[in-house]
C-alpha cells in the first residue's frame, strides 16, 4: 500500500518502558534488542521493582541512572508503569508506549511492524507482537488471547505449536500479552491503565477487555514477533506482588475480570457458570487427591463472593463504556461450548491412555511441569532463593547451634527438669486437661497456655513432647527467625539483620530458660521481636493496617500473657505510655484493641491470677528456688543476665551492650534510639524489681524471687532495635564506600583538608563497632556450645511413677509420692500418672492439701493414727519414696499398720494402704465452663479473622510504607 | 534540660547514668542470705496416737504395761489368745499381770492418748531348773527389719518368736550370721498370715554357730521377732535384745560392772571385711582397751572380743566405729556357782525419753540404770512411776562428757516403771538398765539397753509440690 491512499501518517512518538524484577538472566538481551529496533524508539524508561540479582544495574548500565526508577519489590508491573508515565510529560503528536518486561525480547523490525499497521488503521489502540518461546525459537506462545465465560484463558494455540505461519496476518483479538504490548498514550489514560487489584494473571486481559468496550481495538501483529520467557508464570522467578499463592490469584484474576467486564445481562449466567464450574472444579481435585489445588479453587470462589462491593465498584468503573462494543467482544470470546468440547477431549485422552490437550496456554499460573531445558534454567529457582536467603541460613546456624549446644538433651526418654515437669502425654490429655475432662480435683481455671500446646501438639502429630521442645529446645533459632523477620521494617539491608538477630536469640535469657525448663519464657522471647514489629506497624501503619495489627499484637500479647503474665503488665505501661506520647487518630482504640483482647481470651484464668497478685511474676512451670540464683548480682541486669542455671558470664553481652550505648552518639535515627533505650531501660528496672521480689509458689511449697527473664526479655528486644539500626547505618557505611551520612560524624574538622582522615576515622569506628558486635552472637554461641546446655533440664529423665504402680491401679486410684530433698520433704497427689504439663498451674484446693500434708507428715513421723484412714478416704492407694530412699523414711512407712510394703530398694520404695480406698467424689461438673471454652474458641477465631491479613488493595499497595531507597525523578533519555 | 538532651554527649551520659542508679538500686534490696535450712526442716513434736506392741511368750512371766503420765483419754489393751486380758486407761501407773504359763504370744495395743509412750515388758524369774535366772524383754512393736544378736545353736538353745499382729499377710526372710560367714539355709521364707505367731528352732536352721547375728527381715509385712537364748549347761537363760540397725557407729551401753565374763559381738552383713575401732567408756573415763583396739569382722560374719577385764569391773559402755554398717551385742555372764547371762546390744540415743516398764528392787533385787554420755555432758530427769501409790517427784542426774554413769533406782514396794527424759541441752544419752537378785547358787541378771520411747513422733514439715517427680 501507499502512503497517499491513508491518512495522513500522524507523528508518532513511541516510549518503550521496561520493567525488571530479578530478571538479569534475560535483561541483557532484551535491553540488546530494543536498542537495535529497526524504529528506533523515541524514549525509553528502566523500571527495577526491588531486583536482588543486579537487574537494577544492569539498567542503568544500558539506559543511564537517569532514566531507570527503583521501586520496592511488592510494585506490580501495573503500578510501575503508572508510577512512570505519572512522571513523564506527554509528547508531540500521537504517543504510544510500548510496555516491556524483562524477559521479552522483541525482535529488530517488531516496533516497525506494528506502527506500520498503528498507521494504516487510525482504530486500533493496542497492538501486541506474535510470541515465540525464549529457547525455541519455533514455538508459538501466543497470537492474541481470549477468554471463556468461566474465566479459562484460550490461546487458540495447540500445545507446543510450531510457528510455519499457519496463524500468520494482523488479526482482531480480543487481548494481547503486555509482553510488547504497544498502546496509545491516551487510551491508557482513558480507560485508566492496568487495574491494580490485578497486580498478576489476566491485568492484561482486562486492559484490553476495557480497551475495546471504550471502542478501540486491539490488533494483534505477526509479523512483529517477540520472544518471551514467561519468566513468573513458570515460577523461575518470585511473584513478590502478592503474598497469594499463584493459583489462586489467578482463579480468582480469571473470574474477576470476566464478572467485572460482562454486561450486566450476561452477569446472572456466568455468575451461575462459574460457581457451578468452580464447585465442579474443586470436587475433581478433590477426587484426585488434589486438596490444595482444591483448597485454591474454592477461596479464590470465596473472596470473589464475599466481596461483593469490590465487583460492584469495579463494574461500576468500566459501567460508562461497557455495551457500546460488547457484541464485537463476545464475538472473540471462547464460544460457550467450548467448555463441553474440552471435557468431552480430555475424558477421551484420559480413555486413550494418551496426554491432554490444552490450549490455555500458560500466561497463567500452573502447576509446574518439568520440561525439556528446564532444570536448566531453575539456577535462580526456589533452592536457591530459599538457601540464598540470610535469614534461612541465620535459621540454620542457629539450629546447629541450638543442636550442638543441646546435644546431652536429645534422644533421651523423658524431657523434664527445672521447672518443667516430665513431658507425658498427648494432645488429647492437653485437650482433655484444658477442657476439665481429665477431672481434676481443683475447681480451678487450667492455663490457657494449655490449649496453645494442644493446639501445637495436634498440628505435630499429638507428640506433646515434640510441640515442647520445638517451643523450649528451639526457641533459639526461632527467637532470631522472629528478630530477623521483625527488624524488616527498620533494616533495608537483609545481611545487616542477621547480627542483630543473632545477639539477640543467643542472649543469655535464652540460654537461661532452656537449662531451667522456663518454656513461659522462651516462648515469649520468640514472641517479643514479633510484639516490636506489630507495634511499630500499629503506630505507624496507615489506618487499616493499624487496625490489624492491633489485632494481631492482641493474639499473640494473649499467648504470651498465657505462658508468662508479666508481660502484660509491662507491655500495657509502655502501651499507654506510647499512647499518650503519640497523638494519632485511631491509635487510641488500637491500643485499646491490642490489651483488651488478651483480657477477653483469658477471663476466667486471668482473673484468678490476679486474685493472688503474685502469680504474675510467675510463668507456666513449677516455680522452685534452685533456679534463681543464689542472689542476683546488681550488675547483673544491666547486662541482661537474669541469673539462674545456664548462663554465660557477663561479659559475653557486654559487647552487645556496649554497642547499644555506642549508638547514643549517632545523629541519625536518635527518637529510634531512644525509644530502643526507653524500653530496655524499663526493663532493666522491672528486672530488678522482680528478681528481688520473693513470690510463693502456686501450692505455697516454695518461696524464692521470681526470674527476672521476662522483663530482661524486654529489655533485649529494646536493644535490638538500636541493634539493628547500627548495623543498618554500619552495612550502609561500608557499601556507600563511607561519604555523606556517615553514622559517626565527626564534629570539628574543616571540611575539605580533613575529608579523607574523617573517611578513614569513621571506618575505623565501624569496623571497631562491627568487632565489638560480632563478639556477643560468637561468644555466647561458643560458651554455649562449650557447656552445653547443661541445668536442671534433662532430656533423660527416670519416670517418678514405677511400673508397679501403674500396673496395679485402677482408674481413680491415687498415688501419693514422697520426695525427700535437702530443702525438705515434698509430695504430689499423682492419678495414675506424672502430671501433664499445665497440670501443675492449676491451683489445688486448699482443704484436701493441706489434710494429705498433714497425713504424710504423719506417716512419716510413725506417729500411727489416722493418717492412713486420710489417705484412704482421699482415694489414695499406693505410696511411693522416690530415691533417695532414707533408712528413716522407709522405716517410718514401714512402722505403718495399715500400710503394706510392695517394694523396697535404694531406689524405689512402694507400699500399699491395706484398708479399702474410697475415691472421693468428682466435683460436679461446671456448666459455665463449657459455655465460656465455646465462647473463648468463638473469641480466637474473631481475632484470628480480624488479624489476618487481607488483599492489597490499590489504595494499600501504592502507598507501602516501605520505600527503602529514594525514588528519583526519571528523566527521559 | 534541652542541652543536654539534644547535645551529642548527653543522651549516653543519661542511659549510663539511668543503669548505675538500676545498679545501685540493685544493690541496694539485695536480700540478707537466706534463713538457714534448719527453720524449713524443723520437725514438730506430735504425740503418738496408736502403738501395738506384741510380748512373745508371756506365759509364766509378769507382763508390766506403762504410759507416762500427760496423755490424754485413751486405752490400751492386753489381748492373748483372742481374750481381752487387761486394759489400762490411766497413764502414770504401772500394769503388772502375772500372765499363767501356756499362754501365746500377747498383743498390746494402744490409741489416744493412752499410746504415747506405751512401754510393755515381760520377765521372768525362775529360782531353779532349766531355766533358771531372770530373763526379761521389751515387747516390741513389728518392724520391717529385726536384728537379733548373741550365742548360736551351738551354745544354746536359741528359739526365735515371730508373730504378725497387723492386718497384712508377712512374708518373712531369716538371715543367720555366724562367727564363720553367713549361713546360707534351705531359702525358703516364712509366711504369716494376720494374727499369726510362730517359734523357731534356729538350730534346724543353722546347728553349728557359736555366736550368731539374726537378721528378720520382710519382703511383705511385718512380723515383731524376738529371740530366746537358754545357755547350754545351766549356765542361765535371757532374750536377746533387739540391736540397733547396721551402722558405721555403734553405742552398745548398759555393761553392768563387777565380775564376770563381758564378751562383745560384733556382725557385719557387708561384704567386705571390716575392721571395728574399740572404746570403752566408763565411769571413770573413756578408752582404748589395751591390746583390743581393733576387731576384724570378716564378711557377712561375727566376731567376738573378751572385754571382761577391760573395764576393771567398772560399768560402761563401748563405742564401736567402723567403716562399714555393723551390728553390735554383749553377752554378760554373772557371778556364782550357777551363773546367769544377760545380753544387750547396741541401741539408739535416747534424744526423745526412754520408759522402762518392769523393775523391781528392794531385798535381794536391784535395778540399777547405767546412762553414757559419749559426746556433751548429759542431763536426764528420771520418774520413777510405782504400781500403786503415790508417784514420787522425779529427780535430775547429770552424767559428764565422755563417761557412764550408774545409778540405782530407789527402793519402792513392788514393781515400778521408769521415764527417763533427757532435759533441754543435754548431749546424747545412751542408756541401760540392769535388774539382779541374789538368789541361791548365784546372781540371776537380765538386762536391756534402753529403747527410745515412743512418746513423741517428730513430724517433718511436708509440703506439695509437683516437683515430687523431678529428680
Known sequence: ???????????????????????????????????????????????????????????????GPNAVLTLPRSTSFGQAVTEVLDRLEETEGQEWIWLLHDDCAPEEGALEALLHVADRDPAVAVLGPKLRDWLDRRLLLEVGVTVDRTGRRDTGLEPREFDQGQHDGVRDVLSVSTAGMLIRRDVWDEVGGLDPFLPIFRDDLDLCWRVRSAGHRVYNVTRAVARHAEAAARRRRRITVSGDHPRRLDRRNAMFVVMANLPWRALPWALVRNLAGSLFRTLLFLLAKRPGDALDEVVALGSILVHPTRLIRARRIRARSRGREHAGTLRLLTPPGAGWRRLNDRLQSHLAGTGFVESAGRHHAVTPVQEDGEELLTDAGMTQRVLGNPGTLLFAALTVVTLVAERGLWGGSLLGGGALVPVIGGASDLWDLYTGGAGQAGGGWAPPYVAVLAALSTVLFGKTWLAVSVLLLGCVPLAGLSAYLATRSLVPGRWARVWPAASYALLPVATGAIAAGRLGTAVVFVLLPAYAALAVALLTGDRRRARRAAWGLGLLLAVGTAFAPLVYPLTLVLGALAALALPR??????????????????????????????????????????????????????????????????????????????????????????????????????????GRTPVTALNGDARAPAWPGVPLALAATGMLVIAALVAGRVAALRTAGLPRGAAFRTAGLPRGAAFRAVGRARGAAALAVTAVALSTPLLAAGMWIRDGAAGPIDGNLPTALPALVTANSSAGDLTLLLRDREDGLSFAVLRGRTPLIGESDV???????????????????????NDAEVLAAHGVRFVVVSPPVTREISDALDSQPALARMSLSRALGVWRLTRPVSPPPAPPADPWRSRWLWTQALLVSAVVILAAPGSRTGADGRSAPETPEPVREPTPR | MRSLIEGRFGPPCLVLAALLVLCGVASATRPAPAPSAESATARRKVPVASVTAVCPAPGGTTVGAVTPPGGGPGVATLTGGGKTLATLTTSGTLLRKKVPAGAGPLLVSASGGMAAGLEVAQTRRETSGGQRGLAGVRCVEPAASTWLIGPGPAAADVTLHLANPDLARAVVEIMIYAGEGPVTGDGDVIVLEPGESRVIDLRERAPSPLVMAVEVRTAFGRVTAAARAVMRGGRGVDWLPVSAAPSTRVVVPGVPGGEGGRELLVASDAEADTLVEVRAITSDGAYVLKGRELVEVPAGSVATLDVSGGTSGRPSAFVLTADRPIVAGLVVTGTGKKKDVAFTAGAAPIDLGSVVADNRTGGKKSSRLLLTAPQAAGRVSVLVLPGEGKTPAPFEVEIAAARTKQFSLPKVDGAFAVVVLPLPGSGPVYGGRVMDERIKGGLALTAQPLAPARIWALVPPVVESFSAVLP
Open chain 1, 843 to 865: 491451683p489445688a484446693p486448699a482443704g484436701p492439701r493441706d489434710r494429705i500434708a498433714v497425713a504424710a507428715g504423719g506417716l512419716l513421723a510413725g506417729r500411727g493414727g
Open chain 1, 585 to 690: 487518630r485511631g491509635l487510641a482504640t488500637s491500643v485499646v484493641i491490642a490489651f483488651g483482647v488478651p483480657v477477653a481470651l483469658l477471663l476466667p484464668w486471668l482473673a484468678q491470677v490476679l486474685a493472688s497478685p503474685g502469680r504474675l511474676l510467675l510463668e507456666a512451670g513449677l516455680h522452685r528456688p534452685g533456679l534463681t540464683g543464689a542472689v542476683l548480682p546488681a550488675w547483673a541486669p544491666p547486662l541482661l543476665d537474669p541469673g539462674g542455671p545456664g548462663t554465660p558470664p557477663p561479659w559475653v553481652t557486654a559487647g552487645l551492650v556496649g554497642v547499644c550505648l555506642a549508638a547514643l552518639l549517632m545523629r541519625r535515627g536518635r527518637r529510634i534510639v531512644a525509644a530502643g533505650w526507653g524500653v530496655a531501660l524499663f526493663g532493666v528496672l522491672a528486672a530488678v524489681l522482680v
Open chain 1, 1 to 63: 500500500m501507499s502512503s497517499t491512499d491513508s491518512p495522513r501518517p500522524l507523528h508518532h512518538t513511541v516510549t518503550a518502558i521496561v520493567v525488571s524484577h530479578d530478571g538479569a538472566r534475560w535483561l541483557g538481551e532484551t535491553l540488546d534488542a530494543l536498542l537495535r529496533q529497526t524504529r528506533t524508539v523515541d524514549r525509553v524508561v528502566g523500571v527495577d521493582n526491588g531486583s536482588r540479582d543486579g537487574s537494577a544495574a544492569l539498567l542503568t548500565g544500558a539506559l
